[in-house]
């Protein structure tokens, strides 16, 4: 079996658009883009005029080293967000081939479906006094019941922090082998001390690994994530990308920020985010507003709230704001960022100030 089944028939021969970096030329005056022969006055490196390459090499070359690839097996792109829609635009016709997601869980995967006329199929999470845990047996029968091209799983979830056990990943991708992608996005995965699901791409073909610099790296503002795949897979993927998704100031923010001073940096930021949530968890769970804290291996804690928009408010009013979960079916719960120690402590004054609701038990 080849991934390229999995792919749209329609799109396996597409060649996708060919700019004018596609080709690669060498020479000194460059005629073949339209772009303007004068720099912009605010182009202080007189780089901005020109179109960026699509893939540069160099990136690619550090993300995978960073990621434990080959370049071969990685596309960047504008965060993980534009990995999502690739991927169903390549996999899933419109108006059919539906995808499994498992709520709650990172919008952007129905939002995305949605816009694409991609029927949605929803397994719940499910929920006990250990947090959040998905029931990949329901998954995997849901998939082939629909017959869908596509599962989008998020280990560590958001909003709900849990941890997907890698040997079950390995599990639902065999089972689906010849019949769906298994898209595995690890957002928060560096918060969590565990393995990545890059490691089963040997094995399992059928896995695609979303990958962002967003938030242990902080380059949110630089919008760069990739998708980790099976070479045959990122080859179509890149054919249905558009020309230019990476603008040169965030592929050179983004190779500061991979260079080796940098990492270890990162590396003691990710450390001490780890320690504040473990301390954030413990003193919320005293809070007397607090009904329970969700266990999480992300950079974020779900609380559970006596009175969510009484904390809500009793937050923004100290300046502090958090996100507010009641949207997405969660009616007592606020999702709050892990912080400096210093804004923690501001988190944890509020909540500890909070009244108990008359009647109300924790």
């Given amino acids: 079996m080849s991934v390229l089944d999995l792919v749209r028939a329609d799109l396996r021969d597409f060649g996708g658009y060919r700019s004018a970096r596609s080709d690669k ?20 490196g007189s780089q901005l005029r020109r179109y960026p ?27 993980s967000d534009e990995g ?27 939002v995305s479906a949605r816009l694409h006329g991609t029927p949605v199929v929803d397994v719940p999470l499910r ?83 979303l990958r962002t610099l967003s938030k242990a790296h902080a380059l949110a503002a630089a919008r760069i994530g990739c998708v980790i795949a099976d070479a045959a897979l990122i080859a179509v993927l890149q054919r249905c990308q558009a020309p230019y998704p990476l603008p040169v100031p965030s592929v050179e923010a ?33 809070s007397p507003g607090v009904r329970r804290v969700v266990p999480s291996r992300a950079n974020f804690v779900q609380v559970r709230c006596i009175d969510a928009q009484g904390a809500f408010e009793a937050l923004l009013a100290a300046g502090i704001v958090v996100r507010d979960l009641r949207a997405m079916g969660i009616p007592d719960a606020l999702r709050i960022s892990i912080g400096t120690p210093d804004q923690n402590d501001r988190v944890l004054r509020v909540m500890d100030a909070l009244p108990v609701p008359a009647g109300a038990a924790a």
């Fill in 84 to 110: 999502i829609d690739l991927l169903l635009r390549a996999l899933c016709r419109p108006g059919g081939d539906a995808v499994v997601v498992t709520t709650p869980t990172f919008g952007m995967y129905a």
């Fill in 254 to 286: 983004a190779l500061a920020a991979l260079a080796p001073a940098s990492q270890r940096l990162t590396g003691a930021r990710i450390r001490e985010t780890i320690g504040e949530r473990a301390r954030l968890q413990s003193a919320l769970a005293r």
């Fill in 127 to 209: 929920e006990d006094d250990d947090g959040y845990h998905c029931d990949f047996a329901a998954v995997g029968d849901a998939a082939e019941r629909t017959a869908a091209r596509l599962v989008f799983l998020c280990s560590p979830g958001n909003p709900g922090g849990n941890l997907l056990r890698i040997e079950d990943i390995a599990a639902l991708a065999a089972r689906l082998l010849d019949r769906a992608v298994v898209a595995v996005d690890e957002a928060y995965i560096e918060f969590a001390d565990a393995p990545s699901a890059i490691a089963l791409l040997e094995e399992s073909p059928n896995i695609a690994v």
């Fill in 53 to 79: 390459d699509p893939q540069p090499q160099r990136l690619r070359e550090a993300l995978a080293g960073l990621y434990g690839c080959s370049p071969r097996q990685l596309l960047a792109g504008r965060g």
């Fill in 25 to 44: 030329l060498d020479g000194q005056v460059w005629l073949n883009a339209n772009e303007s022969p004068w720099a912009n006055s605010a182009d202080i």
